[in-house]
Structure formats: structure tokens, C-alpha cells
């Protein structure tokens, strides 16, 4: 039986915009600090292999945490864990400017994932929560334009700050950034919701896990993994071949995932969500390709529009379908199982990759080409298993 549509407050626009705000300062801070620190990194003798373990140290403890942070927000509230994710970063950035050894940086990784979980989660699940219900493939596609931006702008903003002020600049920059996103979500009031009234009679395992949403979420933790052989490696990639500057191929794709989001969204409202996803999906996969073979910058940024453009379509569909499938009650879980998925997407990704680089002497043509071959296997699932599930649910 379909859940009643929700309520949805008269101020629910200035709510929504408060959101995104909140989230862009989030994702615009991570995305300053993630594509330079595999250099910060390198600078500090770290191989391959260990600058893969550290990266995914945060991506770890995220993927451990969001469970619980989902859970916790279904019952207890969405804006209390966000401040509390927002503080988490703060320390964690701070972690980053004096930490005397790698040791210290593993540390500190794991409390910026710890942060990262709770703000992740409880943003995608507020902006789910204020969305009505008939717009919300475009609201949560719109609401992504927040995090797409930061992305684009993150990366420039960067390597700008590494280059004028040196690695410890920079993390002071991300910290300003990172204030100002606590003070933004401050004045936001959470629309009513209901508490799932059966809640007691589940078992623990039902409690942390939404069999009705496994599936989107299990095909963007593939997707993810191709897209951690970009966001980790792409820097390193670019500095070894002496192809520019990396910040050029993070601001194209977030360029275009900006371009393909407003239009996504509301085709997949007024169609389907398989309709954007098949086809970002496929883009994905011919992106990754040509990475995999590009020789020079013009290159590389034509696979990157072609990234965006497969990331833009196939990621807000996917989550989308994570929000359609299960009951307002059990939606915080939901979105942090999807977000766990990319995680852990992002993680092993990091992780394996890095060893493979290893193991091929820096060969990032191999990289990518492995990077490619896991989306199409992700998309080869969905195709075959991606219709309605048992027990789906519609608002």
C-alpha cells in the first residue's frame, strides 16, 4: 500500500535553500582538500599503496558509521547530527594542518569520515524530507546542483589555495569554508515527519539494513568504484603525464554534471528512473574508456564532460529509487545505505587501485580500463535485475 503523500510546510523553499547551502559549503570544502591530498601525500614519501589506505581509511570509517547515523536520524532527528558531521569536519581539517606523521593523518581521516557520514546522510535525507513528493526526482537533482557546484569550484579552489599558501593555507581556507556551512544549516527547521511505528518489532539486522533499496544502492557502490579511479588518481595521472593542471578535469565534469542535472531530474519524473540511469550509466563506461587512453588534455577533458554527463544522469536516478522504494519512516537508513554503497564503492576503489598501480609500475591506462570493466558489470545487474523490486513502495 502507498504511503500518504506528506504535508509539506509553507516555507518549505527557504528550508530547501538553506539545505543546499549548507551542502555546498560540505561538498565544496571536501572537494578542495580530497584531489590534493593523494600529493600532499606523495610529498611526504607515501607509495602508492599507502596513499590508496589512507584515502580509504575515511572512506572506512564512513561506510561503518552510516548505518548507525541512519538509524539515529530516523529516530531522533536529522539537523542535530548535521551540526554535530559540520563539527567533525572542522576537527578533522585542523587534524590535517599540524599533524606531525602519517599516523596522525590515518587519524585524522577516519574522524573526517566519521563527519562526512553524518553531514552526507542527513543533508540528502532533508532535502528528500522538504521535496514534495510529485517533484522529487528534480527536487533531489536540483538539491545535487549543490554538491555538483562545490565539486566544480572545490578542486580549483584548491590547488589555488596549495599554490599561494602551501598545504597548511589551504586546509585553513577549507576551515572558513566549513564554518560558514555550520552557520547556514543553524537556521533550518525540520518538516514533521512520522516515526515508524513498528520499528520494535524488527530485528537488528532489518534496523540497519532496507532490503527494498539494496539495489540502487549496490549499483552506485560500482559506479563508485570507477569513479574512485577518477577522484583519487586523475591528480597524480595528470602531474606524472605533464598533461596541466588537474584542477581543469574535476571543474569540466563537475561542468557538466551541473549542465545534466536540471535536465535529468525532471526527465526522470516525468518518464522514469531507468531512463536517466541506463544512459549514465553507458556514458560512464565510455568516459572511464577514454580516460584510459587519453594522451593528452583536450582529450582528457572531453572524457571528462563525458563523465559528467554519465555521473550527472546516472547517480540522482539512482537515489532517487533509494527514496521511492521505502516508507518516509525508514528513509534516513535508506540514504545512508545508498551512501554506504558509494563508500564502500569509493573505498575498495581507492584501495585496490592503488595496488594495482603498484603492481603495473604506474600503468593508469590499466587503471582505467579495470575502472571501466566494473561499471559495466554493475550495469550488466541492473539491466537484468533493475525492475521494480518485491515489496517496492510509491509515495
Known amino acids: 500500500?502507498?504511503?500518504?503523500?506528506?504535508?509539506?510546510?509553507?516555507?518549505?523553499?527557504?528550508?530547501?535553500?538553506?539545505?543546499?547551502?549548507?551542502?555546498?559549503?560540505?561538498?565544496?570544502?571536501?572537494?578542495?582538500?580530497?584531489?590534493?591530498?593523494?600529493?600532499?601525500?606523495?610529498?611526504?614519501?607515501?607509495?602508492?599503496?599507502?596513499?590508496?589506505?589512507?584515502?580509504?581509511?575515511?572512506?572506512?570509517?564512513?561506510?561503518?558509521?552510516?548505518?548507525?547515523?541512519?538509524?539515529?536520524?530516523?529516530?531522533?532527528?536529522?539537523?542535530?547530527?548535521?551540526?554535530?558531521?559540520?563539527?567533525?569536519?572542522?576537527?578533522?581539517?585542523?587534524?590535517?594542518?599540524?599533524?606531525?606523521?602519517?599516523?596522525?593523518?590515518?587519524?585524522?581521516?577516519?574522524?573526517?569520515?566519521?563527519?562526512?557520514?553524518?553531514?552526507?546522510?542527513?543533508?540528502?535525507?532533508?532535502?528528500?524530507?522538504?521535496?514534495?513528493?510529485?517533484?522529487?526526482?528534480?527536487?533531489?537533482?536540483?538539491a545535487g546542483l549543490a554538491s555538483n557546484v562545490g565539486g566544480a569550484l572545490g578542486p580549483i579552489a584548491g590547488f589555488a589555495a596549495y599554490y599561494r599558501y602551501g598545504f597548511h593555507g589551504m586546509f585553513l581556507v577549507v576551515l572558513g569554508v566549513i564554518l560558514l556551512s555550520f552557520i547556514f544549516a543553524l537556521p533550518i527547521k525540520e518538516p514533521h515527519r512520522e516515526i515508524e511505528r513498528d520499528g520494535g518489532r524488527r530485528s537488528w539486522w532489518e534496523l540497519l539494513f532496507v532490503r527494498e533499496s539494496f539495489l540502487p544502492g549496490a549499483i552506485m557502490g560500482f559506479l563508485a568504484f570507477g569513479h574512485a579511479g577518477i577522484s583519487t588518481y586523475i591528480p597524480l595521472f595528470v602531474l606524472q603525464e605533464q598533461l596541466g593542471n588537474p584542477a581543469y578535469y574535476f571543474a569540466v565534469e563537475a561542468g557538466f554534471v551541473i549542465i545534466c542535472r536540471p535536465i535529468a531530474g525532471p526527465l526522470s519524473d516525468r518518464f522514469s528512473r531507468h531512463a536517466v540511469i541506463i544512459p549514465g550509466l553507458i556514458l560512464q563506461i565510455v568516459g572511464l574508456l577514454l580516460v584510459a587512453f587519453s594522451s593528452s588534455m583536450?582529450?582528457?577533458?572531453?572524457?571528462?564532460?563525458?563523465?559528467?554527463?554519465?555521473?550527472?544522469?546516472?547517480?540522482?536516478?539512482?537515489?532517487?529509487?533509494?527514496?521511492?522504494?521505502v516508507p518516509p519512516a525508514r528513509r534516513g537508513l535508506s540514504m545512508?545505505?545508498?551512501?554506504?554503497?558509494?563508500?564502500?564503492?569509493?573505498g575498495i576503489g581507492a584501495m585496490s587501485l592503488g595496488i594495482l598501480l603498484d603492481l603495473t609500475n604506474k600503468n593508469f591506462s590499466s587503471l582505467y580500463l579495470v575502472s571501466a570493466a566494473v561499471v559495466i558489470i554493475g550495469s550488466v545487474i541492473f539491466l537484468v535485475f533493475g525492475k521494480q523490486p518485491p515489496a517496492a513502495r510509491k509515495d
Open 336 to 346: 545512508a545505505q545508498f551512501q554506504t554503497f558509494h563508500d564502500l564503492g569509493i
Open 298 to 325: 583536450t582529450m582528457l577533458l572531453v572524457a571528462a564532460g563525458i563523465n559528467g554527463l554519465g555521473f550527472g544522469s546516472a547517480h540522482p536516478g539512482l537515489m532517487t529509487l533509494a527514496i521511492d522504494w
Open 1 to 142: 500500500m502507498a504511503e500518504p503523500e506528506e504535508i509539506q510546510p509553507t516555507n518549505w523553499v527557504r528550508d530547501f535553500v538553506l539545505v543546499a547551502i549548507s551542502r555546498f559549503g560540505i561538498f565544496f570544502s571536501f572537494r578542495q582538500v580530497n584531489p590534493v591530498f593523494p600529493v600532499y601525500l606523495a610529498s611526504l614519501g607515501a607509495s602508492g599503496a599507502l596513499i590508496g589506505f589512507i584515502m580509504s581509511s575515511f572512506t572506512m570509517m564512513a561506510t561503518v558509521s552510516r548505518p548507525f547515523v541512519g538509524m539515529l536520524i530516523d529516530r531522533s532527528g536529522r539537523k542535530r547530527y548535521l551540526l554535530l558531521g559540520i563539527v567533525l569536519l572542522a576537527v578533522a581539517t585542523l587534524g590535517y594542518a599540524w599533524a606531525p606523521g602519517l599516523i596522525f593523518l590515518v587519524i585524522f581521516r577516519m574522524v573526517h569520515g566519521l563527519g562526512w557520514s553524518g553531514c552526507t546522510t542527513t543533508v540528502s535525507t532533508l532535502a528528500a524530507d522538504i521535496a514534495p513528493g510529485k517533484r522529487r526526482g528534480a527536487m533531489i537533482a536540483y
